[in-house]
């Protein structure tokens, strides 16, 4: 058997590829079984919601939580998170 040459392996690979035919992505409902929903939807309460309680909630690690706050919410979904000491505990929250 002969050996492929470059260019006949990359006219195979060419060849493989097809073209999409989806317009474009539909957007996907919000599930209310996501533990992301569940984080926004405590985060949208009037006191906010704590690391403690999203970790909870989520049976996340706290620095996971954290780490979701900071990427997720803030720069993926672009929501505005703020954040207020309340009786010596952190609360984050969204503005609704």
């Known amino acids: ?14 060849a493989k590829l097809k073209p999409s035919t989806k317009t474009g992505k539909q957007p996907t409902q919000a599930n209310p079984d996501k533990k992301s929903t569940q984080v926004l939807q405590l985060l949208r309460r009037q006191q906010g919601a704590t690391i403690n309680e999203l970790s909870i909630a989520t049976t996340w690690q ?11 919410v803030k720069k993926r979904y672009g929501l505005k998170l703020t954040s207020e000491m309340i ?6 929250r969204v503005p609704a």
């Open 62 to 72: 706290p620095h996971s939580v954290r780490g979701f706050l900071s990427g997720t």
């Open 1 to 14: 058997m002969a050996k492929a040459t470059k260019k006949t392996a990359i006219a195979k690979s060419a």
């Open 87 to 92: 009786d010596g505990t952190r609360h984050y």
